[in-house]
């Protein structure tokens, strides 16, 4: 996925040499059918259930929230090295990838857009993601107030049986509720969970003018970083979405933030990405 390899990619500098020049034929994109009442998301990726979502999101101009499973074992992962790089290096550790392949999931198509069909959708998609051997377990979490996330709740252990973790951005966090950029806002709670974890988290996104603009007043006591993320997302007034992905090679988590978006018609026959329209709420 487009998002994906630009954050990833860019912590990977000193160890691209080492990545395989022969991966298993994913596709670049998920794919959608829609059949007389039902919808088929196919997706094959070494991350399956994010690239099924971003289809979706493109799909319905849904904005959904990712936070990836912090996968680490030998179930979870797979070795991405070079053969020739290996060859040269043969004790190094080289790289891996999530240990993820193909993924179909169905659902009934949504007759209009609202909150309650994006929640079922996204509930039958994480249920069906969850049945299979993919990495990493999911939850919904949110509400049609909140909005979506999808969040990382479970991986496989190096005896490949599952274990439960603490998403990331359920951590507490405390800070002075002052007004600041949207941008010094989240630096701030990225620092802050960093020194409450020891985790180093990167923000990272296309563009920042908004964020660097916009004012938020944010803080309080022991609050979530994932509630305080939400908090200073919602004040640029625009649906704004982000993707919570790790890199186990490092290791590092890296934050994308970026506007939900739809594909629609160009009137050339083809395709082109608009801003999503924010759902009215029930």
């Known amino acids: 996925m487009v998002m994906r390899v630009l954050a990833v990619g860019a912590l990977l500098c000193g160890s691209l040499s080492a990545q395989s020049t022969t991966r298993p034929e994913f596709f670049d994109r998920a794919r959608i059918q829609h059949g007389d009442s039902e919808v088929t998301v196919t997706a094959n990726d070494s991350s399956p259930l994010f690239q099924a979502l971003y289809a979706l999101r493109l799909e319905y101009g849904w904005q959904i929230n990712w936070e990836e499973a912090p996968i680490f074992s030998r179930f979870d992962l797979v070795d991405d090295t070079g053969p020739k790089w290996r060859a040269a290096h043969p004790n190094a550790k080289g790289v891996t990838r999530p240990a993820g392949g ?18 079922l959708v996204l509930s039958r998609l994480v249920e069906e993601y969850n049945a299979t051997n993919n990495p990493g377990r999911y939850v919904i979490r949110g509400d049609s107030e909140s909005g979506f996330t ?107 933030v970026s506007p939900a ?10 395709r082109k990405l608009a801003p999503a329209t924010p759902m009215a709420k029930p």
């Open 102 to 119: 193909l993924f179909v999931a169905s659902f009934p198509e949504p007759k209009k857009p609202s909150p309650n069909a994006e929640f």
């Open 150 to 256: 999808i969040v990382g709740t479970e991986v496989r252990n190096e005896a490949g049986a599952l274990q439960k973790i603490s998403p990331l951005l359920d951590t507490p966090l405390t800070l002075p509720k002052l007004t600041r950029s949207v941008n010094d806002t989240i630096e701030l709670i990225l620092t802050t969970l960093g020194s409450a974890t020891g985790t180093r988290v990167i923000f990272g996104a296309e563009s920042r003018s908004l964020f660097m603009t916009t004012q938020a007043t944010v803080g309080g006591q022991e609050i979530s970083a994932r509630e305080l993320l939400r908090q200073a997302l919602a004040s640029t007034k625009r649906p704004i979405q982000y993707d919570l992905f790790i890199n186990p090679d490092v290791p590092i988590y890296i934050l994308n």
């Open 261 to 270: 978006m739809m594909e629609e018609d160009d009137g050339l026959a083809g």
